[in-house]
């Protein structure tokens, strides 16, 4: 399995010490959790659309999954949390996870 998601996670940490208007992902932390959201939404609605065409798919999921990990990392939330959870997750029956979720 590739590292890009460390290396991606590496590169937002730095773009949090960037200016807003140099970069864009600097520009999304500093307009806050709810513009991040916003985007994901957006990514979100793009999957949903090209899911019937693979290159498209690939394209908008790749964009999601950035856009994700952009909240993550403004969030202080490391790749390696998900994959912990993931991991934790592995081997069980879906219904058994859901029915164990707290609330």
């Known amino acids: 399995m590739s590292d890009i998601l460390f290396r991606l996670e590496k590169i937002l940490e730095q773009r949090k010490d960037q ?12 307009k806050g959790t709810d513009e991040i959201l916003k985007k994901i939404g957006e990514e979100a609605s793009e999957v949903i659309i090209a ?14 999954w950035f856009h994700t990990l952009v909240l993550l990392a403004h969030q ?19 219904l058994t996870e859901k029915a164990n979720r707290p609330g």
């Open 19 to 30: 200016s807003p208007d140099t970069s864009y992902v600097a520009n999304l932390y500093h």
């Open 51 to 64: 899911a019937k065409d693979k290159d498209g798919v690939v394209h908008e999921v790749a964009d999601l």
């Open 76 to 94: 202080g939330i490391s790749s390696q949390d998900i994959l912990d959870e993931l991991d934790r997750r592995f081997g069980e029956s879906g």
